[in-house]
């Protein structure tokens, strides 16, 4: 069997003593999806950093794995659905047990969905207001099925706003030739706007020296 461990973040705020603690069950394992990465803290600042947005908000994270940014979106007030690929069922229980280490099992939704798919779940999700993705722009391959995925989401929402962080590993890859195909478009959000420059986010030490970004997509008008 993989090992588990519990990894904590911790939020803080500058101007008071006020703080959130998240315990993230981790798995030692070749499944990329059931430990942290470096986008998720930097997500997770950004959500924490919009706290006062996002009270009462209903948001889904997608491909959401260790689901740092949706249980902190959840101990904020949020109205959260977390999920991850069908296919993928450790990944969909380890959100399971991120939300019992965290004490939200019955405040939080966890739905498979499995990008470029149009199950049953993603139809009926009801409203949204957030769409929550950490390093989801992995595998190129899966680029434009998450792109469709948004894309419907955002037909159902024209509000809503996909707040999403990537990881560059490459100059070559993109996603705006997508973006414009599926009438979308992205705008890019300094880290230092939201304190999210930090080499060591919330206590951990992610995410290190790599080079992170962060995008808000939305639908054009």
Same mark, same amino acid.
């Given at each position: 069997m993989s090992a588990t461990s519990l990894r904590r973040f911790e939020f803080k705020c500058d101007y008071d003593l006020g703080s959130i603690t998240i315990c993230?069950?981790?798995?030692?394992?070749?499944?990329y999806g059931l430990y942290v990465w470096p986008c998720a803290p930097v997500l997770a600042q950004y959500v924490w950093k919009n706290r006062d947005r996002i009270k009462g908000r209903?948001?889904?994270?997608?491909?959401?794995?260790?689901?740092?940014p949706g249980i902190l979106a959840a101990k904020l007030g949020a109205i959260v659905t977390l999920s991850d690929a069908l296919h993928l069922p450790r990944c969909i229980d380890n959100c399971q047990k991120a939300c019992a280490a965290n004490n939200l099992e019955s405040s939080i939704?966890?739905?498979g969905?499995?990008?470029?798919? =149009?199950?049953?779940?993603? #139809?009926?999700?009801?409203? %949204?207001?957030?769409?929550?993705?950490?390093?989801? &722009?992995?595998?190129?391959?899966? =680029?434009?099925?998450?792109? #469709?995925?948004?894309?419907? %989401?955002?037909?159902?929402?024209?509000?809503?706003? &996909?707040?999403?962080?990537?990881?560059?590993?490459s100059s070559d890859r993109t996603i705006l030739p %997508?973006?414009?195909?599926?009438?979308?478009y992205s705008r890019?959000?300094?880290?230092?706007?939201?304190d999210g420059a930090n080499r060591n986010l919330a206590g951990s030490t992610l995410p290190g020296d790599h080079t992170i970004h962060m995008l808000v997509i939305r639908k054009k008008q």
């Open positions: 993230i069950p981790e798995v030692l394992d070749k499944n209903n948001i889904l994270e997608l491909g959401a794995g260790t689901s740092l939704r966890v739905i969905l499995t990008w470029g798919q =149009f199950s049953p779940d993603l #139809v009926q999700i009801g409203p %949204l207001d957030v769409i929550l993705g950490s390093d989801c &722009f992995y595998n190129s391959k899966d =680029f434009e099925d998450i792109i #469709v995925t948004v894309s419907y %989401l955002l037909d159902k929402n024209p509000q809503c706003e &996909f707040w999403t962080t990537y990881q560059e590993r %997508l973006l414009e195909k599926w009438n979308m890019s959000i300094p880290l230092k706007d939201f």
